[in-house]
């Protein structure tokens, strides 16, 4: 088991920027690749990002694609979801999670997650 406690949503205005933190304890955290998800009221869970367990490869939602960046630092068990340009569709509860392959979209994949942070952007 990992366990994920995500910090760093907030409220912003449209274009502004938040970067979220995941830190992990538990069992070896460099073994896993990682994905941030969110979730919008009334609407399902929606992949946003992945990065590989080294953290030499990643994937993005195309709807955050160059706006959103996905790293890690393993020396620290955490991974930061860097986002900028944030506009009011990207208001949502985000979570990060762990699996055992990379790279997976679907949250079926995701062995263990967070308790999710709250992002909010107004215009």
């Known amino acids: 088991q990992v366990q994920l406690v995500e910090s760093g949503g907030g409220s912003v205005q449209v274009g502004g920027a938040l970067r979220l933190s995941c830190v992990a304890s538990?069992?070896?955290?460099?073994?896993?690749?990682m994905g941030w998800f969110r979730q919008a009221p009334g609407k399902e869970r929606e992949f946003v990002a992945a990065?590989?367990?080294?953290?030499?490869?990643?994937t993005y939602a195309d709807s955050v694609k160059g706006r959103f960046t996905v790293s890690r630092d393993n020396a620290k068990n955490t991974v930061y979801l860097q986002m900028n340009s944030l506009k009011p569709e990207d208001t949502a509860v985000y979570y990060c999670a762990a699996t055992n392959f990379y790279p997976r979209i679907i949250p079926s994949s995701y062995n263990n997650w967070g308790q999710g942070t709250q992002v909010t952007v107004s215009s």
């Open positions: 538990g069992r070896i955290f460099t073994n896993y690749p």
């Open positions: 990065i590989s367990s080294s953290g030499g490869r990643t």
